[in-house]
């Protein structure tokens, strides 16, 4: 049998003169009993060997079912098992990997990084989560959660703990932000923020709004990319920027390219954007700015040239922050959906500018033009199915999920249903000794189905009576 004790202080074999163990040298110091021999299990010691016999036989069943984990493994604190353990193995994106190190190092190394893995139990969670809502909006809080949530399952996978504390709490909940419904903006809106635009920026509000792209990919596009032929735009990078501020080309968000079906009267508007700002050459390295420490790495970060369609007006390619600040919000507040906040004063060769500062609510800004494009496609009865694909989502549930409420008539046709069922107008005759005959005679019709029925519509409604007294409805055509 795998795993036995020793007994630290007398020797295995009695003396053969006086048929008793001898001491050894460690007899009275340190912990008398020791278990050994269990595969893959680090020998622990204990003082009473009712401890170690205990400890023998729970390792040693835990261990033939594969989820024996050692405490002592799990005395590292969580700051030093993210520091020294989870963050080194990460391999995310360099303009996902910034802000990602920012909320763990802000706040949950702060609120937990000084407990041992094996004491973050449901109290804790509960103090964190209370903690973390007094510094950040839920919004942020669910994403940190979301961290935290990934460094413990790591942490079970490293067998330095038996189970996710956050899963295995039912007391535990996790911050939830509030749900909101996509904002799509009317065209009159549309039209307002574009014309405030400069004259080269006003052709990514047709990207957006006439393609669904996110606004790296727009930035990211290229002349190239147009088949106008074939009628498509084809989605293959996007422009990002790294926590330093320096720039680089990836694919789509998730991995993803994909083609998206040119509007006809896009077409011209790009013609004549291209005639007007010719698209400007602009080389930058693919996946990751970092320089290269191996041949892999630049071969895999090979600089690629793009002619872009969208430039600043110095002919560079267009870094985010600064367009939405100078570009985007003005616009916005142009067009009266926002008000300046206060003002930035710099002085530059002797000279004070001024500038207007805009809180623009994360609704408003370049995203709301792709819900816009969703909302269209929806509510002209487009497939869910192909909409999911021309904006990259990884399923049609994704985009169920967002889009749901720009669908025409959702929620109404069941009710529309229900009306026919209920219409006192079109029911057949029910048996006077029915129990719901007198019920249905005190029935309100509903306006909706009349409305319906005034048009030509036909309805027919059968009430059968069940063996047990009650009413059967089936609608034979609608």
């Known amino acids: 049998m795998a795993g036995y004790i020793e007994d630290r202080w007398l020797k295995k074999r009695p003396d053969k003169r006086t048929g008793k163990r001898e001491r050894t040298a460690r007899y009275g110091v340190g912990q008398r009993y020791r278990v050994k021999g269990i595969p893959g299990v680090q020998d622990r010691s204990f003082d009473t060997s009712e401890d170690a016999k205990q400890w023998l036989a729970t390792a040693t069943t835990d261990t033939k079912r594969g989820e024996f984990v050692d405490p002592r493994d799990g005395e590292i604190t969580l700051a030093d098992y993210i520091v020294d353990h989870w963050w080194p193995s990460r391999t995310d994106e360099p303009s996902t990997e910034g802000p990602m190190r920012s909320r763990i190092w802000n706040h949950i190394i702060p609120l937990l990084g000084d407990l041992p893995l094996r004491d973050i139990d449901a109290s804790a969670l509960r103090s964190f989560t209370a903690a973390l809502l007094t510094r950040v909006e839920t919004t942020t809080a669910e994403v940190i959660w979301g961290h935290l949530s990934s460094i413990l399952t790591s942490a079970v996978d490293d067998q330095r703990l038996l189970r996710n504390p956050i899963k295995a709490h039912r007391s535990v909940k996790p911050p939830r932000r509030t749900e909101k419904k996509a904002k799509a903006w009317t065209r009159s809106v549309v039209d307002a923020v574009r014309s405030h635009l400069q004259d080269r920026y006003k052709f990514a509000v047709d990207l957006g709004l006439g393609l669904g792209l996110r606004q ?232 909706q189905v009349n409305g319906l029925t005034a048009s030509g519509a036909t309805m027919s409604v059968k009430y059968k009576e069940t063996a047990r007294g009650g009413l059967a409805v089936n609608i034979i055509e609608c």
């Open 216 to 447: 790296g990919e727009a930035f990211g596009l290229a002349e190239e990319d147009f088949d106008f032929e074939a009628g498509v735009v084809q989605i293959r990078r996007q422009l990002r920027w790294d926590i330093k501020g320096r720039p680089y080309f990836c694919l789509p968000k998730g991995g993803k390219t994909r083609e998206v079906p040119l509007p006809h009267n896009l077409a011209p508007r790009a013609y004549s954007h291209f005639r007007r700002f010719p698209p400007t050459p602009c080389t930058l390295p693919w996946r990751n700015p970092e320089p290269p420490a191996n041949a892999l790495e630049a071969r895999q970060r090979k600089r690629i040239t793009v002619q872009l369609v969208l430039t600043s007006s110095h002919g560079n390619r267009i870094y985010y922050r600064t367009w939405n600040d100078r570009s985007w919000k003005p616009a916005l507040a142009a067009a009266g959906l926002i008000k300046a906040v206060g003002e930035k004063v710099r002085t530059d060769g002797g000279r004070i500018r001024r500038r207007p500062l805009y809180a623009a609510p994360r609704e408003d800004m370049f995203h709301v033009l792709r819900h816009t494009y969703a909302s269209v496609q929806l509510e002209a009865g487009e497939s869910v199915v192909s909409l999911s694909k021309w904006l990259g989502h990884s399923t049609p549930k994704v985009t169920l999920d967002h889009y749901a409420h720009f669908m025409p008539g959702a929620g109404h046709r069941g009710q529309l249903a229900m009306d026919a069922w209920l219409n006192q107008d079109q029911l057949e005759i029910v048996p006077e000794k029915s129990p719901a005959a007198e019920w249905i005679k005190k029935m309100i019709t509903n306006l």
